[in-house]
């Protein structure tokens, strides 16, 4: 997110389905979308926090924040212990 999107610059030399990702949140990925800078958003780390991230996006929830220090680990915690809206 600290860095310019190369984003622009692909889709000025490339008209083909463009799918972008990293530093996105809904407001930003709605835009890029509208704008036609992209066709579609990619969230890694969000979907990891937020298993039911389209949901919470849907009813503008409170997002879980991600903790990229369980990422990639040897136990489950990190992956599959994020609570979903209904356990919050």
């Not at 984003?7 to 835009?31: E, F, M, S, V």
């Not at 979308?33 to 409170?62: C, M, S, Y």
Request: charged share 20%; no cysteine; hydrophobic share 35%.
């Amino acid at each position: 997110p600290d860095v310019p999107r190369v984003t622009p610059h692909i889709r000025a030399n490339y008209d083909g389905t463009l799918i972008t990702n990293g530093g996105y949140d809904k407001t930003a990925a709605a835009n890029a979308i509208r704008t036609g800078a992209a066709d579609a958003v990619a969230f890694g780390q969000f979907f990891i926090a937020n298993p039911d991230l389209p949901e919470r996006f849907r009813i503008d929830a409170q997002l879980n924040r991600p903790v990229p220090e369980t990422f990639y680990g040897p136990a489950d915690s990190g992956y599959v212990d994020y609570p979903f809206i209904s356990q919050t």
